[in-house]
């Protein structure tokens, strides 16, 4: 803006003999409105809350990119990319802190939500509304949108600016802990739970509901170790008014664009691939997901993200009742037994195997093709009620109720044909350390490749020490080059600490 005012300036000083009048500058582009022009119908307070949903689509959030923090760089995941900067970026070798794979476009697409979303809690209270409900259920959106992003600030940076306005080119935001980070995100959600309604109509699925924004806040507080606050969260969901959420009784329909938004969904992002543009913000911007493209095995993808292998052997330690293989095994990975295993081709013809490689299956498209691309129409459930259920189990445990905490998990098992708990494991009885080590092993098999490993890790304190370092490293070898006090958090984008004075770079970067 400096510099078209600039140039504007010059030009009229260099023509002064032709009037150069202001209100002739004053033009009205019927392409670009201005804030004062877009905020004020209904319809346009509808579109400002859709254009957050759209960052979604964007690389540096769920389309791409953020599958490369949060799985690859979990003991769950690596990178074999030829692309050395890219795979290192999962390995914690961090040199380049303006990286754009690995950094700088995931801090501007979650900012560029989160400007949107004040765009909208700051112009939407002015525009006039015939449904006072709607108009209050937006704002809601926003906040939930909001504090949404500020988790994953949280849970990536932990040390970063709260930013609570539209903001404007010259502004310089003070940083925030993550602890302050958190407790304006619980501000958010808590504001916005009051006005989410409990359920969607079939048109406005996938929408947050009052469930989605207490399951927010329950993550909330268990990354701060917060239990009876997490638990007040859960009640809602298992117990409370909220518990209208049940597992479906096909695993499978959890990973593919069949039954979607079922009644396991606490929330999804919404994928399609009926435009099949780039990830820009012009009018043919894709809204579907590239990560099965990045994550599929050498032949049918880039494979630039795989599996650990010792996946494969967790599902292989424990048969159902009737002495099979776990049946998640099937749906969570590809790996080279697996038509061996359950008798599945897919794929077999086109792989190139490596040794002991298995690949993510969920989010895959080989139940109805034999490729990849760049348009995956198949939602990403970021919040599964199966994921809940452990949460609750691990908060009961952790407030010394192991004892109840047994049937949460059983629920889980049950839909895989496994033993209840008590029945498979019974040394481990009421002692919370032996609970809580299972319930680790509980949340692989359940939701592996789905995004939560990381922030687990660091919830369990397994990032802290050396010694627990050195236990994931046996699995991981990447791990091995993790610094305590340092890799637990990924290092600001530099530029963004060289241009705001306000702003200090991470510990030991």
């Given at each position: 803006m400096r510099k078209i005012l600039t140039i504007l300036t010059v030009t009229c000083s260099l023509l002064g003999v032709v009037s150069c009048q202001e209100d002739e500058l004053d033009l009205k582009n019927p392409n670009a409105l201005t804030t004062d022009q877009f905020w004020v119908t209904p319809n346009d307070a509808e579109l400002g809350v859709n254009a957050i949903y759209a960052m979604s689509y964007k690389d540096g959030l769920w389309s791409r990119w953020m599958s490369f923090r949060l799985d690859l760089t979990s003991d769950e995941g690596f990178s074999q990319s030829p692309w050395i900067e890219l795979a290192d970026w999962t390995r914690f070798n961090y040199?380049?802190?303006?990286?754009?794979?690995?950094?700088?476009?995931?801090?501007?697409?979650?900012?560029?939500?989160?400007?949107?979303?004040?765009?909208?809690?700051?112009?939407?209270?002015?525009?006039?509304?015939?449904?006072?409900?709607?108009?209050?259920?937006?704002?809601?959106?926003?906040?939930?949108?909001?504090?949404?992003?500020?988790?994953?600030?949280?849970?990536?940076?932990?040390?970063?600016?709260?930013?609570?306005?539209?903001?404007?080119?010259?502004?310089?935001?003070?940083?925030?802990?993550?602890?302050?980070?958190?407790?304006?995100?619980?501000?958010?959600?808590?504001?916005?739970?009051?006005?989410?309604?409990?359920?969607?109509?079939?048109?406005?699925?996938?929408?947050?509901?009052?469930?989605?924004?207490?399951?927010?806040?329950?993550?909330?507080?268990?990354?701060?170790?917060?239990?009876?606050?997490?638990?007040?969260?859960?009640?809602?969901?298992?117990?409370?008014?909220?518990?209208?959420?049940?597992?479906?009784?096909?695993?499978?329909?959890?990973?593919?664009?069949?039954?979607?938004?079922n009644s396991e969904s606490v929330y999804e992002i919404q994928f399609g691939d009926q435009r099949r543009g780039g990830t820009g913000e012009g009018p043919n911007a894709a809204v579907s997901s590239t990560r099965a493209q990045f994550f599929a095995p050498r032949g049918i993808g880039w494979s630039d993200g795989q599996a650990r292998f010792w996946l494969v052997n967790a599902f292989k330690q424990e048969l159902t009742v009737d002495g099979n293989l776990d049946p998640r095994l099937q749906h969570s990975l590809f790996y080279p037994d697996l038509f061996e295993d359950f008798g599945d081709k897919t794929y077999s013809r086109d792989w190139e195997w490596g040794e002991d490689e298995a690949w993510f299956r969920k989010g895959a498209r080989d139940y109805k093709r034999d490729n990849e691309d760049y348009f995956s129409e198949v939602n990403w459930r970021l919040i599964r009620y199966a994921d809940i259920l452990l949460r609750y189990a691990e908060v009961?445990?952790?407030?010394?109720?192991?004892?109840?905490?047994?049937?949460?998990v059983d629920q889980v098992r049950a839909r895989a044909n496994m033993a209840p708990l008590a029945t498979a494991y019974p040394e481990i009885g009421n002692d919370r350390d032996l609970f809580l080590e299972r319930l680790k092993i509980e949340r692989v098999l359940e939701l592996s490749g789905e995004s939560v490993r990381w922030e687990d890790l660091k919830?369990?304190?397994?990032?802290?020490?050396?010694?627990?370092?050195?236990?994931?490293?046996?699995?991981?070898?990447?791990?091995?080059?993790?610094?305590?006090?340092?890799?637990?958090?990924?290092?600001?984008?530099?530029?963004?600490?060289?241009?705001?004075?306000?702003?200090?770079?991470?510990?030991?970067?």
């Open positions: 040199i380049n802190y303006n990286f754009w794979e690995g950094n700088g476009v995931t801090w501007r697409d979650t900012y560029k939500a989160i400007f949107r979303a004040n765009q909208v809690l700051a112009n939407v209270p002015d525009i006039e509304f015939d449904d006072a409900t709607r108009k209050q259920s937006i704002l809601a959106e926003a906040k939930f949108l909001r504090a949404l992003n500020y988790y994953y600030v949280g849970l990536l940076w932990e040390n970063a600016p709260i930013i609570l306005e539209p903001s404007k080119p010259d502004d310089l935001p003070m940083q925030s802990t993550q602890q302050e980070i958190y407790s304006q995100a619980e501000l958010d959600l808590n504001e916005a739970f009051e006005d989410l309604p409990l359920q969607w109509d079939a048109e406005n699925l996938g929408r947050p509901t009052k469930g989605a924004a207490k399951a927010m806040l329950a993550k909330i507080y268990m990354q701060q170790r917060q239990w009876g606050a997490a638990k007040t969260a859960l009640d809602f969901l298992v117990v409370g008014e909220g518990a209208n959420y049940s597992l479906v009784s096909n695993y499978k329909d959890n990973f593919t664009d069949i039954n979607e938004n009961l445990n952790e407030l010394d109720m192991t004892a109840d905490a047994y049937q949460y919830r369990w304190g397994d990032l802290e020490t050396q010694e627990s370092v050195d236990a994931i490293a046996e699995r991981d070898p990447d791990f091995k080059n993790f610094e305590i006090g340092k890799n637990i958090r990924l290092p600001l984008p530099q530029v963004e600490v060289e241009n705001n004075p306000n702003m200090e770079q991470n510990p030991q970067y």
